[in-house]
């Protein structure tokens, strides 16, 4: 199994940049797909960003153009970069894992504890 851990949350004015990280700890080997989620208070988590092991990305439209995924396999670490940033991106980051071949949002079974975002206008 796999063991997530968040770090690099924190509060920014709108327009600003964070860079989240999550660090993989245990049986990475056979993971396919790793992504970062997001719960605002009051709302449902939903899905931010994926990327499948041959590096393929995907990303929810809200965030197109602002955010970036990428993993530093040596490290084995996932990273999300957020730039110009909206209070509207407030709330908790997770990051996923599946060893499923599915980059699908439905099908990640291992989660970190997240990282609070705070953004303010």
């Known amino acids: 199994q796999v063991q997530l851990a968040e770090s690099g949350g924190g509060s920014v004015q709108a327009g600003g940049s964070l860079r989240l990280s999550c660090a993989a700890y245990?049986?990475?080997?056979?993971?396919?797909?790793m992504a970062w989620f997001r719960q605002a208070p009051g709302n449902e988590r939903e899905g931010v960003a994926t990327?499948?092991?041959?590096?393929?990305?995907s990303y929810a439209y809200s965030v197109k153009g602002r955010f970036t995924i990428s993993q530093d396999n040596a490290k084995n670490t996932l990273y999300l970069q957020m730039n110009n940033l909206k209070p509207e991106d407030t709330a908790m980051y997770y990051c996923?894992?599946?060893?499923?071949?599915?980059?699908?949002?439905?099908?990640?079974?291992?989660w970190g504890q997240g990282t609070r975002v705070t953004v303010s206008s």
């Open positions: 996923a894992a599946t060893y499923r071949v599915s980059c699908d949002y439905s099908d990640f079974d291992y």
């Open positions: 245990g049986y990475t080997y056979s993971l396919y797909c």
């Open positions: 990327i499948a092991s041959d590096g393929s990305t």
